[in-house]
């Protein structure tokens, strides 16, 4: 496993490149992820704008206006936690490189890098109001096309998305969140995916809404680009071993899976970035395991995500009634982490025989995509308009 950019460097060419031991290869994984889910989203925004379906707004703004007494008071904080936390970690880079996560997250830091930092976020400031300020600012009317929105849409979905996956990973693991709330909630392991969907989903159908963009034809385009980036975040999970493993695996590869390397069917994840050694931990939590070796999960996850979100990309084109890539998406995503479900570790609620959180909400999501696929081409056109 490679927790760290810097591991897979170096395993892999021979090259030691200290700074890459502050870039997590989760982390790294998951930017990446947001990044696809961008580019497919403006792709696709532009293409609706073309034909019709969605449109640009009228927005009005000020031109040569100087910056507030707020927004300098803000540079300066933003800019004081930036330079707090840098300098340190360029005095200190070898002791704070072996866990960046609890260095960002704890109070120490360099108080010069953050008056530095402070100084030069409030000297931009000036500088640019210097540099576009007018004599007489000046109320001007601009045209925002929807795929321009994308930034704003990346941020909610990453903020919320996150606030959201922490959400739900605790509600559904509430011991270890009772046995210390602090660490749980600030720690960087434990999302969970759908939490961050249903939240990032409501923050973003809030701003749509705002900006009179229509609600089911940004469904529609951001869906495929979110299969994408939840494949390409899966990775993350294989790649650093962050423990969204399986449970033990100990049967022997099928012969008809010969053309597999032994890791795709059964995986020990040395050199995990939890550091847990498989086989001790699956006796404490009670299963037997002779060789310590679980289902490879997140690689499964990667290769049914990407064709999901192959078959929604090729198909996106083909379904002319608004809806359909939303109804189909609740089917295959709520389908496949069901499947997943079966052979993944996770807690289960007392209900139904022991059912798993995302069990529950693949459940909804399968049945409302059902609904949705007969229900689209009765009312998806009027729906389309809002």
Not at 67 to 74: F, M, Q, R, T
Not at 295 to 318: C, H, N, Q, S, V
Request: charged content about 15%; aromatic content about 12%.
């Amino acid at each position: 496993m490679y927790p760290t950019l810097y591991d897979s460097v170096l395993d892999l060419f021979g090259l030691s490149i200290p700074p890459f031991r502050l870039v997590q290869s989760f982390g790294m994984m998951v930017a990446l992820a947001f990044l696809a889910a961008s580019w497919d989203l403006k792709s696709e925004l532009k293409r609706k704008e073309g034909l019709g379906l969605l449109a640009p707004v009228k927005k009005k703004v000020w031109q040569g206006k100087k910056s507030s007494l707020v927004e300098k008071v803000i540079s300066a904080i933003i800019g004081f936690a930036i330079g707090y936390k840098f300098l340190a970690l360029v005095l200190d880079f070898d002791m704070i490189a072996g866990n960046p996560q609890e260095f960002i997250l704890s109070a120490k830091g360099n108080l010069l890098g953050g008056f530095l930092g402070a100084a030069l976020s409030v000297g931009m400031r000036f500088w640019e109001d210097k540099k576009e300020s007018l004599p007489e600012p000046k109320e001007v009317e601009i045209t925002v096309h929807p795929y321009e929105q994308v930034g704003t849409i990346t941020i909610l979905a990453a903020v919320f998305g996150i606030l959201g996956a922490k959400l739900f990973h605790n509600l559904e693991n509430w011991d270890d969140l009772m046995a210390d709330p602090v660490g749980a909630l600030v720690s960087f392991s434990g999302l969970s995916f759908l939490g961050g969907l249903i939240c990032a989903t409501i923050a973003i159908l809030w701003f749509a809404k705002k900006n009179n963009i229509k609600l089911l034809h940004l469904t529609d385009a951001a869906l495929p680009g979110l299969m994408l980036a939840y494949g390409v975040g899966r990775m993350g999970c294989q790649i650093a071993g962050d423990g969204d493993w399986g449970i033990p695996n100990d049967a022997p590869k099928p012969e008809w899976l010969s053309f597999l390397p032994d890791w795709a069917w059964a995986y020990n994840y040395p050199n995990n970035v939890l550091g847990i050694d498989l086989k001790a931990d699956f006796a404490q939590m009670g299963y037997v395991s002779m060789y310590g070796k679980a289902w490879p999960t997140p690689l499964y996850e990667t290769t049914m995500a990407l064709i999901i979100f192959g078959f929604l990309w090729f198909m996106r084109k083909r379904w002319t009634t608004p809806g359909m890539v939303m109804s189909w998406y609740l089917i295959l995503a709520g389908a496949e982490r069901m499947a997943i479900e079966q052979v993944r570790i996770n807690n289960e609620y007392p209900i139904f025989g022991g059912v798993t959180q995302a069990e529950i909400i693949s459940s909804v999501m399968i049945v409302l995509g059902i609904a949705f696929l007969f229900l689209m081409p009765k009312v998806g056109k009027k729906w389309a308009q809002y």
